[in-house]
């Protein structure tokens, strides 16, 4: 699919599906024309930060944990292991921009992609993130975490003001996206995340615009 694909499937109403293994300069592109193509079809520039930035914290985090599947898995790191914090140290050095297409090489190897949807009327905007590897337990309780946390919080600052030494660890993108609903008067649970049988999990944003 082409950039010019997107605008015209967008302009003509049909829903937007493409896939993808890491967030190299080519998808962000695609994202880029996406946003593009929303934001002159339903006349709202008032959205276009908002979009750009949770549609790729979503695909980000997608990337980012079929990357961990296959890391913590390649070395054999259970759930225990890695509620002691085993193995995050390879993974941050994997997620640097100079082992992209080291990593884009595995994905496509190992079949680890995530798989993005945009379905969109007058009504509303929906995103959905899908990537290919499930949550384990610990994953999922710290998405929870994250996100009751984020609650507690209006704005990015005041997030940063209560967790300083977080700015830079795992789930800042749940945070980002439920403090940037907040910003745009949108109910935070608009955003959820879950497991899909035993093979996938979903992230999804439901945008109303009206």
């Not at 193509?37 to 949770?54: G, M, N, V």
């Not at 007058?122 to 710290?142: D, K, Y």
Request: aromatic share 8%.
């Amino acid at each position: 699919m082409k950039p010019t694909d997107i605008a015209e499937r967008i302009d003509r109403g049909e829903n937007v599906t493409f896939d993808l293994c890491v967030m190299d300069f080519e998808i962000q592109q695609y994202v880029h024309t996406l946003v593009q193509a929303l934001i002159k079809t339903y006349t709202r520039p008032d959205l276009e930060e908002f979009i750009y930035s949770t549609l790729k914290e979503m695909i980000i985090n997608g990337v980012k944990a079929n990357l961990k599947h296959y890391l913590f898995r390649a070395k054999n790191i259970d759930d225990a292991a890695e509620a002691r914090g085993i193995g995050f140290d390879e993974l941050k050095r994997l997620l640097d921009e100079n082992e992209l297409e080291r990593f884009k090489e595995i994905a496509e190897i190992e079949g680890l992609k995530v798989h993005l949807t945009v379905m969109h009327s007058t009504e509303r905007i929906m995103f959905l993130v899908e990537n290919n590897t499930p949550m384990t337990q610990n994953e999922r309780r710290r998405v929870r975490e994250k996100f009751d946390c984020a609650l507690q919080y209006d704005n990015i600052f005041e997030y940063y003001m209560g967790h300083a030494d977080d700015m830079e660890g795992s789930g800042l993108g749940i945070t980002m996206i439920v403090l940037m609903l907040k910003g745009i008067g949108v109910d935070p649970h608009s955003f959820s995340i879950h497991v899909q049988g035993r093979t996938s999990t979903v992230a999804k944003i439901q945008l109303p615009l009206r």
